[in-house]
């Protein structure tokens, strides 16, 4: 028996979207049967998976255990930025996917982690042993791991609770009007294709949303920004930043070009370089307490050589 209780900030959302992220190992459409063969309750009674959830709600319910075996350990190198008893911090490559899903069984980060770790968190379940949190496949950089469950549920609380700082690095197409601002958009699933997110304003199922940037550097068509999310929706910064107009540099999903050429920089068509191949965002800086001391701790993770090549690129040709 599984139970939950409603906080304030998840009240009006609908019960199985509730439940799909309290449970990741279960997609929603598996917890929609569940929830419609009466095997869960909301304060006592069956109701449907579309019902609006209030705060103070009780839910119970009893869930299978999912067959699936977790990732086998594979010998792939890893960047450790810290380790001790009870958590690591990696910094991820980029073009590496975090945990096994539908067409990445293998080459992921846990099957990296499964390697060179003899102990690993198991709250996320077999397929996602020691993951707290997650980056994008393309996204680089900091990324922290729980080596046992309750280092696991401590730093979960943290970031549960918003009091982890995390700040990402982006070069963005277009230059911001602002030198900073905050963006505060709803975010929720994109209407018409299912692997993206959009701004969804007035939208029941959609969830706030507040971002924080600031301009580093403009260039002629282009801008450095640091960006600092309050809050961790799916795809967040990347949503947000094509928002105002400047989207993340070759975000083939929001901003319509999957790579750049140094000839498209410096103008020379019969320049082909590829310069930069996949999104141009860095998780640079992460914060958190330790799960047992409290002590404070901030990791940062230096700029990747693709993301360096097109710095010196627009300073050499955009500046």
Not at 35 to 64: M, Y
């Amino acid at each position: 028996m599984i139970e939950f209780i409603v906080a304030e900030s998840q009240n009006d959302l609908r019960l199985d979207w509730f439940l799909a992220q309290q449970l990741p190992r279960y997609s929603r459409t598996f917890l929609r049967r569940v929830i419609n063969a009466a095997a869960v309750q909301v304060n006592g009674k069956r109701v449907k998976a579309s019902h609006r959830l209030s705060c103070g709600e009780r839910i119970t319910l009893t869930l299978p255990e999912l067959p699936r075996e977790g990732p086998q350990p594979e010998d792939i190198p890893l960047e450790v930025l810290y380790e001790d008893a009870s958590l690591a911090v990696i910094n991820k490559p980029p073009g590496m996917v975090v945990h096994p899903g539908k067409g990445n069984w293998s080459g992921t980060l846990t099957a990296a982690l499964q390697f060179h770790f003899d102990r690993l968190s198991s709250v996320g379940g077999p397929s996602r042993p020691g993951i707290v949190h997650r980056l994008d496949r393309d996204t680089s950089g900091v990324l922290v791991v729980a080596k046992h469950d309750r280092a696991h549920q401590a730093l979960a609380r943290q970031f549960e609770e918003r009091t982890v700082s995390k700040e990402y690095f982006a070069i963005v197409a277009g230059r911001p009007d602002r030198d900073r601002d905050t963006i505060d958009l709803p975010i929720g699933l994109h209407p018409h294709q299912r692997e993206k997110m959009a701004i969804r304003r007035g939208d029941p199922a959609s969830r706030p949303a507040q971002s924080f940037y600031e301009v580093i550097q403009r260039f002629q068509g282009f801008a450095s920004v640091t960006i600092r999310p309050k809050t961790g929706r799916t795809h967040q910064i990347r949503v947000h930043l094509a928002s105002i107009g400047c989207p993340v540099l070759c975000d083939r999903a929001y901003g319509g070009r999957a790579r750049i050429t140094r000839g498209e920089l410096c103008r020379r068509a019969e320049d082909d370089e590829v310069l930069l191949d996949r999104q141009a965002l860095h998780a640079s800086r992460l914060s958190f307490a330790h799960p047992d001391t409290g002590q404070p701790l901030e990791f940062s993770a230096p700029l990747p050589d693709d993301l360096q090549r097109v710095l010196q690129a627009l300073i050499e040709y955009r500046s």
